[in-house]
């Protein structure tokens, strides 16, 4: 009898101090997505601009949507001299948007297509504390979390630097993290058909070996 | 006139006489210092800043010092917010969209959002307030100081008339259905009256029957005796669930079979506290009065009604013996955002250790018991 009292309240004991490390050391919902980084999904965009004596466009040898290599001819422009002038993609990437049609006279700054870099890239905000984990060049898998099938790619770290609005803040941690200096850190990723620009990309801090 | 002085004679002598005046004084201080609070002020919001910009600062300078709020912490990516919202460490998140400065210098107008956990409604009417005094002060700030500008686009006007305008969401009750929180708690409350009475008439049933401490009965004896109480509850709270949802539409995300094991933790904890009051009752028919004595403090103190945040700290830390003020927060948080079970180790821990204390106390009870009917008999 008295063996199985004290068994009984030993339990009870250990039943009390299991409960209290879980609730004390427990890591809430907050405290779990805090290692995971989230940022959106950008694609670089540039403008191609005519650069070269007025013309009219005689052919345009892309559509929107189009893959492009880096030096193909976009347009066939025939110059006032007479003499027929190659405007080429300066990116690899894909045609977004055509500007002008065939016939439009050109004069030298006008914007005559828009690609997009076959390159995404995500800005992630990193905090001191965790900085350390990543360098340039460092290979780090990219979830995008939020997608019916939720995707993974690789990603490399394409740069590293204090967030500019960050560096005037003063260090009280006074609310938490926002305080704290900030790392900007741009994630490239290599475009796939499957993504996206506008996606949201999340880095899982506690994937990344040290 | 005889009925009459002898009523008042009985009376005087009686307990009535007094009980009538301290009663009330009692439930005047009791609950005069519970609802002191009137209005919430102070409630815990987090900010998502996406903007990282020195006029987001103040912006969210300006948040915290409203006496409705205080930013508990500001986030400077993207996060869902349901899981800001998840234990109820804020009752609402606000999102700075990016470039929000440089729209502001531009002219043009942004957008700023503000996600609340609408699950105990009552929490949320100084916030709503608040931020818009802020944006409607900032708005006619703002566009006092563009009047001057002229030959202004459409949208540089628009942005001069609304330079910050407001998305709200009410997220988990969109409707502030009364299903989602008044109707929910009037049946855990039901289940958690029925249930503590059946369990707590046990002890004293036992004793009855002569059964109790009858050849060397231990607590285990007793406590197991809590199992068919707690699964029966876990089974007619989830039934319950099930036709909340269906016939009144109440949320419920969370998967029914998972769901079951903090219900079951739940359940166990409520049986075994209905066991620990209900121990040393005379007979069954005393066990009816002392369970109010959980009853009463869950109704008022767990959010049913009224945000635990609307009462004094002390209040709100006296709630955290009542089982259920965690499951209350379970099925605000699990149940209705589908959040993974990992997430709530507080609730699910806190349960525990009511679980362990109660078993405790019914462990002792029993032994002081046990010690106190051997004595006579060793004398003797």
Redesign the interface.
Known sequence: ?KL??GL??G????????????????????S??ESR????LEAEQRTIVYDQSPGTIVKINAAPGDPIKQGEVLFKVKSEEGAEVDVPSPDAGWISRIIVKPGDKLTQGMPVAVVQKSNYYAD??V?EGEIQKLEVNKSVNVHFPYLNRPAQVKGIVASISA?P??A??RMTRE????DLS?FLVRISVDSNSDLLPGM?AEVDFDEIAD | MKSLTEEWKYLAGSKYLIAIFIGPLIAALFFGLMFSKNQINKSPIVVI?ED???YS?QL?AKF?ASQYMK??????????PD??L??E?AVAVIMLPNQLELRKLQGKSSNIGILMDNTMPSGLTGIRTAIQEILATENTTLSMTRLGQSGMDAETAKGLISPLSLQQRMLFNPTTSYVGFMVLGFVNIIVLMMTTSAAGSIAPRLRKEGKLLAN?M???QL?VRSAPYAVLSTSSLLLSYGLLKQVGNMRFEAEPYLFIIPLLVYSFALSLMGILIGYTAKDASKVGSRTSLVLYPSFLATGIQLTPLAFPKFFQVTAWALPMNWLNRLIRGMAFRN??L?????E??????????A??LI??L??REARKTSSPSVSS
């Open positions: 009898m199985k009292v009984y309240i339990i009870a004991v250990v039943v009390i101090a299991g409960g209290a490390l879980l609730a004390a050391k427990g890591k809430d919902a907050v779990q997505a980084k989230q940022g959106v992630l905000y905090q967030a609005q960050f005037s803040l609310r938490g993290q926002a900030m949201t | 800043d990282h910009s020195a600062r969210i915290n930013v508990t912490n500001v986030i400077a990516s993207r996060m869902d899981t800001l998840a234990n460490k060397g231990s607590p285990v406590w959040g993974s990992t997430a709530y180790s507080l699910i821990g806190a349960l525990l250790v009511i679980i362990g204390v078993s405790l462990g002792l029993m032994l």
